[in-house]
């Protein structure tokens, strides 16, 4: 059985590219070709065509008027021992 699955990725400074498969392939082993085709900056959607409105982000950034923000109190919180993991 060949399933065909189009991933757009992003390869991070390291050289390191992170694949995930959809979970019914877990346990499996599998035969995987990569074709590695550069996406042209050009081919990136602007935040227009994304369907935000044009300057959403920059009226928006930083904008927050009213209360101040405030965390309330977290409860406890449970202690792991982190040299059983």
Do not use: C, Y
């Amino acid at each position: 059985m060949e399933h065909k699955i189009l991933v757009h990725s992003h390869v991070g400074s390291d050289g390191i590219l992170q694949l995930q498969v959809p979970t019914e392939f877990k346990d499996t082993d599998l035969k995987v070709t990569i074709t590695i085709q550069s996406v042209n900056p050009a081919e990136k959607k602007t935040p227009e065509e994304l369907g935000w409105t044009p300057g959403f982000f920059e009226r928006t950034a930083g904008a927050w008027e009213g209360e101040p923000l405030t965390r309330a109190q977290q409860g406890e919180f449970e202690e792991r021992l982190w040299e059983l993991l």
